[in-house]
């Protein structure tokens, strides 16, 4: 059970810098800051102005 979770954090862990690494695929037109998930409302402005990126 123990290194049955050892790995999957393990895992966690790679997704994690694997993510770290990717440029920001969305961006809000409204304040045109950089976003890494398609929120529904800006996390910056609150607008709900996040569209993918070019
Ligand atoms: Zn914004």
Redesign the pocket.
């Known amino acids: 059970m123990g290194l049955f979770s050892d790995v999957g954090r393990k895992f966690e862990e790679t997704k994690q810098s694997l993510t770290d690494t990717q440029q920001p695929e969305y961006v809000?037109t409204?304040?045109e800051?950089l976003v890494r998930e398609d929120f529904e409302y800006?996390p910056?402005?609150g607008?709900d102005?996040v569209e993918a990126a070019a």
Do not use: R, W
Request: hydrophobic fraction near 0%; charged fraction near 20%.
């Open positions: 809000c409204s304040c800051e800006c910056h402005c607008e102005s």
